[in-house]
Every structure is written in C-alpha cells, then in structure tokens.
C-alpha cells in the first residue's frame, strides 16, 4: 500500500490503485485527529466534490468517518467548485472543508484536498501532520463509521447548497450590469466540470449573451486533461474563432479554479498576461494595493507595479502561499502562471469562475479586445515573453544537476546573473532584468525551465542557454 503524499494542492492518485476508500477514510480520520489536538473539531467541516468518477462516494464516506468521530459535515449536493467550497467555510466559519478533486489532472485521478479555517489551500506544516498521521494509520481499521442515515439523524451530516450565497459575494465583486450593457456576447466552456450552472448562470441572469459547449457532466472530461490551456481546448477556440458575433471566450478547469480566456478572433491569452492586464485594470479604475505572484510567474506584473507605484511579493510556487496575503489583506490580487488568481475582498484560493468575470467586466469596460488592451498595456511598460519547458534527465545528468545549482555560473547566455533567487528551485535573475528559473520535479527525472525575455528570438536563445546549463 503506497503511502500518503500531499502535493501542491492537496493528496492525489490513481483510483482504484491509491486512490481508495480505505486510503480516504484513514486520511479523513488524520484530518479529524488534526483538528480534535487543535481544538476546532466541534466546528465541523464542509465536504464537496468535483464531476469526477465516484466523487458523491467519497464525500459521504468522509462524512461517515467524520460523524462516527462526532465531528459534524455540511456535505454540497451537487459536484462543487473548489472557490465555492472555500467561501462556504468562510461563510460558515468551520473548522475547514475536505474537497475531492484532482482538478485539472486526467480523469483515471480523483484528491482530496484539505483547507483550514481561513479557506486557502492548508500550508505545508499542516498537510504534513496529516500526512505523519495518516501513514502511521495505514493498513489498520482506525476509525469508526457512522451510516448516513443515522449520521443526517444525529445532526452529523446536513446536506447544503452553496450557490446562492457564493453568487451573491460574486456579484459586490463584479460589475455584471456593465458587462450586459456593453453587449457582449461571450462563449462559456466548463469542460465538463463544476463551473455549470455558476459561471454561465452568473452572466445570463444579467441578460449577457452566452454560448456554451461542453456543459454538462461527464467523468471523461470529453478525452482530454480538464485543463483550460491552449492544446486542451481546440474545439472551444474554433467554436469563439468561428462566429463572429462572440467577443470573448471564458473557460475553466474540471474544479473551476483555473481559466482560460480566448480572445474573440480566437488568440488564447496566457495567464500571465491576464494577471498583469487586471492588476493594471482594477489599478485604473480606482483599486489600490499590492499584488503577489509565484516565482514562476511572469514580472509583466511587476512592470505594471513599478508604473502605478505599488509593489509585488513574490512567493514559492503553490497557491496557497498567495492565498496568506489574500487572508492578511495585504494585497489586491495574487495569481500565478499556471491560472490561479484572486483578489482582496475574496477567498484566500484559487478562482477561475471570478477571473473569467473580471476579465469580461474589463473587456466590456474598456470596449477593446484583450489583444488591443495587451497592446496598450506593452505600449506603458514594455513587452514580456515568458515560457516553460520541461527538460527530462538522464540517471547522470540526474545526479550532476544538483552540483551544478549548487554553484551557480557567472553568467549564462552572455548575460551577467546579478542575483540568484532560491525561493523555490534556482532562479537566474540577469542584470538585464530577464531570468530563468530551474525548478526539480519531486516526482519525476523531470527539470521545469522557466524562462523570459522583451522578445520572442531572446527568449529563444535564453531557453537554449538553459537546456545546455543542465546538459542536454
């Protein structure tokens, strides 16, 4: 039996194979253990789930476990997106909640993922003790089990909808009457996860014109990896691409905590382009504050902090270092590149349903393309080119890589490095002020390279450069 593991975001496996009801109630039964020492079981926990396979199970199996611990559940009655989740602990002032999800992992995986009190994603010396408990607990009948029937009886399980209060939050947030009185017609793909109903329902009820596809339940995911990137979405950028009465394309990921916005002549815009264009946006228009993004993510937005005067906290990658500042109110937003945003006012986690929404508040606004707006925005700060490859390692490059980060070159590409940023992984910071990033795979003989450049032929070079430092 594997043992208990939490990454990023959560614990994750293969159902069938680690991912198992056994393995899900003893790690509940850490979670609940994990609370009772820090004297906020009472409080009890909200449970949902995604669209994936099984996920109704899990959730009341958890709640079984739970309840035969005397710890009450609020379990959603429907697949549930993560941000939703998160706001309803807030708004029920629980000890946390249990989410079932893999997010935008291939449909074979379901998680669980646990947030504390505060709503963000629980901080590695939480998951941690989870962890050390569940393992010590594995292969052994630790837990009690209560029947749900006799559970609901007991005032153990109360099943809850989460929905209208979340709407309402999202609605002091966005300007939704601006975006119907711009008449924009915008297209909403859900990939067939648990932003149905939320992201689409949102703008119809204020009249917004909306085109959907793939909005209804399926565990496959339509073939591919619930994610919303460029190569995951064909269908949906020839679907925006192709009629020209759409101006916007708004996708998210199988959990909804992801986006992916699409221009209306079919051009996928990064994240890290929309970070920076809605921190300039919300800047604009009368917000004020930091923002936060991973080491990862791109200093587009760091240009545009360097314009309107603010500043940007940088962080290890995981969303829920960012979801701490949210939480401390020390910024107006945090995001990071792989489509994970918010803003102050909000959850400390991520929400692709609200970053889809600024997006067409912002496109409605400003009565421009979001290329237009890209355009406007290098025209003030300068242009950005960023990217990501993953570089896979031999068992003898393996071996030498960590000697080589160990110690640093002088310069790299013919760039002077004036700092080393050992955050999380090793980041290059050149005197120029473009850098690349090296960040090890812990699971896998895999290195990620990030890196970027004021220009797509530099970028190239510096990408290069990087590959030939660890060796291939």
């Known amino acids: ?31 609940a253990d994990h609370l009772r020492e820090a004297g906020e079981a009472e409080k009890g926990l909200v449970i949902g789930y995604d669209a994936r396979f099984m996920g109704e199970r899990f959730a009341h199996e958890a709640a079984r476990v739970l309840a035969g611990a005397g710890i009450p559940s609020f379990v959603c009655n429907r697949d549930t997106p993560t941000p939703v ?93 601006a975006i119907a009185d711009s008449g924009l017609v915008v297209a909403v793909n859900p990939l067939y996860g648990t932003a149905r109903g939320y992201l689409d329902t949102l703008l119809q009820e204020v009249g917004v014109k909306v085109v959907t596809m793939n909005d209804h339940r399926d565990p496959y995911f339509g073939g591919l990896p619930p994610e919303p990137s460029q190569s995951h979405i064909p269908d949906f950028i020839k679907l925006v691409a192709g009629n020209p009465e759409i101006r916007l394309g708004l996708a998210t990921d199988g959990d909804a905590d992801r986006y992916g916005i699409v221009d209306g002549d079919g051009t996928f815009i990064e994240a890290n382009y929309v970070l920076a264009l809605l921190f300039d946006y919300l800047l604009r228009h009368g917000k004020t504050g930091n923002a936060a993004r991973s080491v990862a993510t791109s200093h587009f937005i760091d240009a545009v902090a360097r314009h309107h005067g603010v500043k940007v906290l940088e962080t290890p990658v995981g969303f829920k270092f960012i979801g701490e500042f949210i939480r401390d109110d020390k910024i107006l937003i945090g995001g990071e590149e792989s489509a994970g945003l918010t803003v102050r006012g909000h959850v400390p986690d991520k929400d692709g349903i609200l970053a889809c929404l600024l997006v067409a508040e912002m496109v409605a606004v400003e009565g421009k393309s979001m290329k237009d707006l890209l355009c406007d925005l290098y025209d003030r700060v300068g242009e950005f080119y960023t990217r990501r490859d993953n570089v896979k390692l031999s068992p003898e490059l393996e071996m030498s890589f960590a000697e080589k980060l160990a110690t640093p070159p002088k310069e790299l590409a013919g760039k002077k490095i004036a700092e080393v940023i050992t955050l999380d992984g090793s980041k290059f910071l050149f005197d120029d002020g473009t850098w690349v990033l090296f960040r090890k795979s812990g699971t896998e003989p895999v290195v990620r390279v990030y890196g970027e450049a004021n220009t797509e032929a530099e970028l190239d070079r510096l990408m290069k450069a990087a590959a030939q430092f660890i060796g291939v």
């Open 1 to 31: 039996m594997g043992r208990i593991k939490f990454g990023t975001s959560g614990w994750r496996g293969i159902l069938c194979e680690d991912f198992i009801f056994e393995n899900v109630k003893v790690v509940t039964q850490a979670i």
């Open 85 to 177: 989740i998160a706001f309803e602990i807030l708004r029920r002032a629980t000890a946390g909640g249990i989410n079932f999800t893999a997010s935008h992992n291939p449909p074979e995986y379901n998680g669980l993922k646990f947030s504390p009190s505060w709503g963000g994603p629980a901080l590695p010396e939480t998951t941690l003790d989870i962890e050390k408990r569940a393992n010590a607990m594995l292969g052994h009948i630790c837990y009690k089990e209560m029947p749900l029937d006799q559970a609901v009886r007991a005032g153990l399980v109360e099943e809850i909808e989460p929905k209208p209060a979340y709407f309402e939050a999202i609605r002091k947030l966005v300007n939704l009457k």
